[in-house]
């Protein structure tokens, strides 16, 4: 054990991009540390090159063996473990929550060193509401389930994050919009790295842009929440009804839809029962 640190686990953030942007907290955590518990030791290396630290580091991720990660446990008892992801804020759509959950579970410290994030930065640069936000990760690569949960989320009304790649960045906008109209949209890109960029539209347009030329670099997609939803007319209703009955019994649909559109509950059961009874 170190005179430093206390043993236990810190959780710290690291940089999304640009080197520079580790704290100074951030760093001398990680040199006193007693071991490192990394996502990918190649790119974590490049880190430690740069801050000029040697030390011992271990892979670890959330499908490691129980005994691997109730070893690391164990040597929280009397060791600094500092948690790193390959970038950014542990846990967040990264490993970690398990490792989390067990040190908490045995009693020892758990704190965390915050720092960078590329769904907090890139919400600061693109100029949409930022004053609820839904944060959830990445699509399903499947197409049924990729469309179902941006049904699900499209209901909120908050501004959504998602992270995505660039060769599956078309299919995702292409679905996105496809489900959820002609919202207000945006591409955050290689954020604090040399070429960052910051491409705003509507979620067609976007879905265009890309569609034939998937971009390089880490990516966020952020999506306005929904407008207001008085404007719903009876043949909308009847339309996102029929929709949801191929999926879901009536009342899950009249609730899905209910909260889709932004309308009361009341009468749509109703109006499915009667749909279903048409087909």
């Known amino acids: 054990m170190n005179d430093t640190l206390l043993p236990g686990l810190y959780i710290v953030a690291t940089p999304?991009?640009?080197l520079q942007d580790v704290s100074a907290r951030a760093e001398s955590t990680l040199r006193h540390a007693d071991i490192i518990a990394v996502e990918d030791s190649r790119v974590t290396?490049?880190?430690?090159?740069?801050?000029?630290i040697k030390k011992q580091i271990i892979a670890y991720h959330d499908h490691v063996s129980e005994k691997a990660r109730a070893d690391l446990i164990a040597r929280m008892g009397d060791q600094a473990v500092a948690l790193?992801?390959?970038a950014g804020t542990p846990l967040i759509s990264d490993?970690?929550?398990?490792l989390v959950r067990e040190a908490r579970t045995a009693g020892h410290l758990v704190t965390t060193i915050p720092g960078p994030c590329a769904a907090v930065a890139a919400l600061t640069l693109v100029g949409l509401p930022t004053d609820r936000f839904l944060f959830a990760g990445f699509l399903p690569s499947k197409t049924k389930a990729r469309t179902e949960t941006i049904a699900e989320l499209g209901a909120v009304r908050a501004t959504l994050v998602f992270y995505e790649s660039g060769p599956r960045l078309g299919k995702s906008l292409h679905a996105l919009a496809e489900?959820?109209?002609?919202?207000?949209?945006?591409?955050?890109?290689e954020i604090s790295k040399k070429f960052e960029e910051t491409v705003t539209g509507t979620l067609?347009?976007?879905?265009?842009?890309?569609?034939d030329s998937p971009p390089k670099g880490e990516i966020v997609i952020i999506v306005s929440p929904p407008g207001s939803a008085c404007a719903a007319s009876p043949v909308d209703i009847d339309a996102a009804l029929?929709?949801?009955?191929?999926?879901?019994?009536?009342?899950?649909?009249?609730?899905?839809?209910?909260?889709?559109?932004?309308?009361?509950?009341?009468?749509?059961?109703?109006?499915?029962?009667?749909?279903k009874e048409e087909r």
Request: charged share 25%; no cysteine.
């Open 84 to 86: 790193v992801s390959d």
């Open 45 to 52: 290396a490049k880190l430690l090159n740069h801050l000029g």
């Open 242 to 275: 029929a929709e949801a009955l191929t999926r879901l019994p009536p009342g899950k649909a009249a609730r899905e839809v209910a909260k889709a559109l932004g309308l009361p509950s009341e009468g749509l059961y109703e109006r499915a029962m009667a749909l």
């Open 95 to 98: 490993p970690g929550f398990k």
């Open 204 to 211: 067609s347009e976007l879905a265009a842009r890309y569609a």
């Open 16 to 18: 999304i991009g640009n």
């Open 179 to 189: 489900t959820l109209g002609e919202r207000e949209a945006a591409i955050a890109r």
